[in-house]
């Protein structure tokens, strides 16, 4: 019953975050939870605790979908080693993960821009979370020479960025029977990111 209940205040949460940002209220999450703010306290003690187990979740539906081997779609011809491949999959299998869950990727992109994430989003660049697999990726890649921890932490952020303001497009832009298909974006914009590592 503990786990259900936490289950509907983190749905609710992300619907109110989503549509309000963080200026969504505890009053009006608990409402959208069916629950009272007594409880919504009980299981979450403060706000802050609220916004970051939402992030966690968020965090978590994006590494269980990253899954090396998974036929997705095939690596491009001109990604010849295959840490540039697992990079390739990362990309792809998370943005199917965005694409499937809206909300998710909205609250994603809303708790990286806010200051409270801040110290979230700098350790998941380096240490957890999804994005972790990609700084690993990158450290594997036999051209990356000695890993330096300020240019792979750079590389991870652009990946991030590059990644969110192309999934942005492609969950904003006006449906057009002529739009370039999604993994036609998805590989142009992947194939801008590897090309500015210089590599």
């Known amino acids: 019953m503990k786990k259900v209940i ?8 992300l619907d109110v975050f989503t549509t309000e940002g963080f200026a969504g209220t505890t009053a009006q999450i608990a409402h959208a939870a069916g629950v009272g703010t007594g409880t919504l ?3 979450f003690p403060t706000k802050a605790g ?20 998974l036929p997705h779609s095939t690596p491009p011809a001109w990604l010849t080693h295959a840490s540039q491949g697992r990079l390739w ?3 792809m299998q998370a943005a199917q993960q ?7 990727f909205q609250y994603w992109v809303l708790y990286r821009a806010d200051p409270r994430g801040a110290v979230v989003r700098t350790h998941a660049a380096n240490r957890v979370g999804w994005l972790a697999r990609v700084a690993h990726a990158l ?3 036999q051209d990356w020479g000695q890993p330096d921890p300020a240019r792979q932490a750079l590389a991870v952020a652009q990946f991030a960025g590059q990644w969110e303001a192309t999934l942005h497009y492609l969950l904003t832009r006006p449906p ?3 739009a370039e298909p999604a993994p ?7 194939r801008s990111w590897w090309r500015g590592l210089d590599l």
């Open 6 to 13: 936490s289950h509907q205040i983190l749905r609710a949460a």
């Open 50 to 69: 609220l916004t970051a187990a939402l992030f966690q979740e968020v965090e978590q539906g994006l590494e269980n979908r990253l899954v090396p081997g």
């Open 41 to 43: 306290f009980r299981y």
């Open 98 to 104: 965005a694409l499937t869950y809206p909300a998710a």
């Open 184 to 190: 036609a974006v998805l590989e142009r914009a992947f």
């Open 89 to 91: 999959q990362y990309w």
């Open 139 to 141: 450290t594997e890649y």
């Open 176 to 178: 057009l029977p002529t």
